[in-house]
């Protein structure tokens, strides 16, 4: 009875067995939270009621590390968009491709002239012995005498166009080459060659090209002045991936001769000369004004302007690996492209009538330091929060990341109709102009606005630059990054972050626990 007595002084009359037990107990312990300068860890012990973790999530909720983390998790997210915008430049790239190989396969593709030779069949007789009887067994063994020139040149006036297949299109070409080639007269013995073993009256001169539909006319070529047949009987003289074959006289090789004509030639995207001769010299000019200059060999003089280019260049036979004149099995080719890849033009001079931009390269590298340039807008609104004590849900921050996320599939879309630059001005302008109206409401003032849009711009332009300078694009990015930390550094140097962000801008005051 006394015991009961001391209980109901210490409990109100309501607290019976037969009603709720409540037992509250507070623990004064501190932590640090962005909204709150302390915080009461409650602990309440229901038989019914409010369970324990309630109070856990609150605490999460409030802890100063909190924000960071849920920022980094939205960051990651956002990748899985960006990879679909990545998937997509690469298909939009392969039905471009698509389309060019459409109008390029009827004009022959990329223009290759692999040469100018002259084959002469030649029968050599090999002793060896069968092993079997022991007896002496004679074979014959057909190869051929290959002739290069000693002096051969090129000079042609390209005319480049545009033809368009749906949305894309792609730069095609016409042009007369006109050719020339100074042969000599062969001295047999200096090569180790038997002139008896050497059939004269199948000798014949040998054009090589990469693909017939390249010529929108029949080549027409003389010797000495006297025009040249073709022929179409010496079928193991073709050396080439795919030759012309014209009939020589059987007097022609036993002197100086040259060999002239005109090549009526179309193409696409770029043309490829081969140097197969001691001297080699090519003089292309056009109206194209973004030329691009490759191959193995470097142009002896060129100039590039507005109104287009002019080039030329000279090439030894001992720099392209080109002797005089040698045997070979009739099987083996010496075309350049026959012992290279498709896309190794090495031995070759190469003029690539390329766009002056590449808009789905150009965006495929936006795409590469997407995350980066996501991350500093995440960042400057992250700063914004301390300083305004505004709570920003990560609804808002998501909302934010994908109008980023947005701005590169603007680019990409726009880029198909337009110019790169002015598409990406274009998406750049209309992405700011969102997140500014966007962060002025959440921040319940313009001049946040005005910052966060600000450093969304200052980003856009970081990147273009950054795309435009290939070559410093790392030395860049890395600046970028350091004047960004370091920015961010100098701005919260005086900053507590465990007492921080209170809504009200000054501390609560730290309330007693009700008993």
């Known amino acids: 009875m006394q015991r009961n007595s001391k209980n109901s002084k210490r409990y109100p009359q309501h607290f019976t067995s037969e009603t709720r037990l409540e037992f509250i107990k507070f623990l004064p312990l501190k932590a640090p939270s962005v909204y709150s300068s302390s915080l009461k860890f409650r602990f309440k012990f229901y038989l019914k009621g409010e369970p324990l973790l309630n109070s856990t999530k609150n605490a999460i909720r409030g802890a100063f590390w909190t924000k960071p983390f849920i920022v980094l998790v939205l960051l990651l997210l956002l990748l899985i968009p960006l990879s679909f915008i990545d998937n997509l430049t690469y298909s939009r790239s392969e039905t471009k491709q698509l389309a060019q190989d459409s109008i390029l396969t009827p004009v022959g593709g990329e223009l290759q002239i692999q040469g100018l030779a002259i084959v002469v069949p030649y029968a050599e007789v090999i002793e060896a012995i069968d092993k079997s009887n022991n007896e002496l067994v004679k074979r014959?063994?057909?190869?051929?005498?290959?002739?290069?020139?000693?002096?051969?040149?090129?000079?042609?006036?390209?005319?480049?166009?545009?033809?368009?297949?749906?949305?894309?299109?792609?730069?095609?070409?016409?042009?007369?080459?006109?050719?020339?080639?100074?042969?000599?007269?062969?001295?047999?013995?200096?090569?180790?060659?038997?002139?008896?073993?050497?059939?004269?009256?199948?000798?014949v001169l040998v054009l090589g090209v990469g693909n017939q539909k390249s010529f929108t006319a029949s080549p027409a070529l003389s010797l000495n002045g006297k025009e040249l047949k073709q022929y179409h009987g010496n079928t193991e003289a073709k050396i080439f991936d795919r030759s012309l074959i014209y009939k020589l006289p059987a007097s022609a090789?036993?002197?100086?001769?040259?060999?002239?004509?005109?090549?009526?030639i179309q193409g696409g995207e770029a043309l490829h000369l081969a140097p197969i001769a001691q001297n080699s010299r090519f003089e292309i000019s056009s109206t194209w004004a973004s030329p691009s200059f490759g191959g193995g060999f470097i142009a002896k003089s060129r100039e590039v302007s507005a109104n287009g280019f002019?080039?030329?260049?000279?090439?030894?036979?001992?720099?392209?690996?080109?002797?005089?004149?040698?045997?070979?099995?009739?099987?083996?080719?010496?075309?350049?492209?026959?012992?290279?890849?498709?896309?190794?033009?090495?031995?070759?001079?190469?003029?690539?009538?390329?766009?002056?931009?590449?808009?789905?390269?150009?965006?495929?590298?936006?795409?590469?330091?997407?995350?980066?340039?996501?991350?500093?807008?995440?960042?400057?609104?992250?700063?914004?929060?301390?300083?305004?004590?505004?709570?920003?849900?990560?609804?808002?921050?998501?909302?934010?990341?994908?109008?980023?996320?947005?701005?590169?599939?603007?680019?990409?879309?726009?880029?198909?109709?337009?110019?790169?630059?002015?598409?990406?001005?274009?998406?750049?302008?209309?992405?700011?102009?969102?997140?500014?109206?966007?962060?002025?409401?959440?921040?319940?003032?313009?001049?946040?606005?005005?910052f966060i849009t600000c450093v969304q711009l200052v980003s856009y332009a970081i990147l273009y630059v950054i795309l435009n300078s290939e070559d410093y694009a790392l030395l860049m990015g890395s600046l970028m990054i350091f004047a960004v930390i370091s920015l961010v550094m100098y701005f919260t140097r005086k900053l507590d972050w465990y007492d921080t962000a209170i809504p009200s801008g000054e501390k609560k005051q730290e309330q007693e626990p009700e008993i």
């Open 310 to 450: 002019k080039a030329s260049w000279e090439v030894t036979g001992l720099a392209a690996g080109i002797a005089p004149a040698w045997l070979a099995d009739q099987d083996t080719q010496i075309a350049m492209t026959s012992r290279r890849s498709y896309d190794d033009r090495n031995d070759a001079v190469s003029i690539g009538f390329i766009e002056p931009v590449n808009n789905y390269s150009l965006i495929k590298r936006c795409t590469d330091y997407a995350l980066l340039f996501l991350a500093v807008p995440f960042l400057a609104i992250f700063l914004c929060e301390v300083y305004t004590h505004e709570r920003i849900h990560p609804i808002q921050y998501l909302l934010i990341g994908l109008e980023d996320v947005v701005f590169y599939l603007l680019v990409l879309s726009l880029s198909e109709h337009m110019g790169f630059a002015l598409s990406y001005a274009i998406s750049a302008i209309a992405v700011s102009a969102i997140v500014f109206f966007y962060a002025s409401a959440i921040f319940k003032g313009a001049r946040w606005g005005i």
């Open 253 to 264: 090789l036993s002197s100086d001769f040259s060999i002239s004509g005109t090549l009526k």
């Open 140 to 203: 014959r063994v057909e190869k051929n005498f290959i002739i290069v020139p000693k002096n051969y040149s090129l000079a042609a006036e390209i005319d480049p166009t545009y033809l368009k297949r749906g949305i894309f299109r792609v730069p095609i070409y016409n042009g007369d080459f006109a050719l020339k080639a100074d042969f000599e007269a062969i001295n047999y013995t200096e090569l180790g060659v038997d002139p008896a073993r050497l059939n004269f009256d199948e000798a």
